[in-house]
């Protein structure tokens, strides 16, 4: 599985979501992305790509987009 494809999924699988909503996706824009929700989002990708995020890190994801420049500072690319 690509990075890509491990990324969407782990959107796709917390908060129960199609693949075109992904795009605009921030936090708390779907009520599954509350504060228990997005530790379980750091939690899925820190196990999809064996890497451990930094608490700022974490607390800086707040989008689908923001979220693949953080991950690529732990030398993940996605598109």
Do not use: C, N, P, R
Not at 23 to 36: F, H
Not at 64 to 77: D, M, N, P, S
């Amino acid at each position: 599985m690509s990075d890509i494809e491990k990324y969407v999924d782990a959107f796709k699988k917390t908060f129960m979501v199609e693949e075109d909503q992904l795009s605009d996706l921030s936090y708390q824009g779907v009520t599954a992305w509350d504060s228990v929700g997005h530790m379980a989002l750091m939690s899925a990708l820190e196990e999809s790509f064996e890497i451990e995020l930094d608490i700022d890190d974490i607390i800086e994801f707040s989008s689908f987009e923001t979220g693949k420049a953080i991950l690529k500072k732990y030398g993940v690319t996605i598109g």
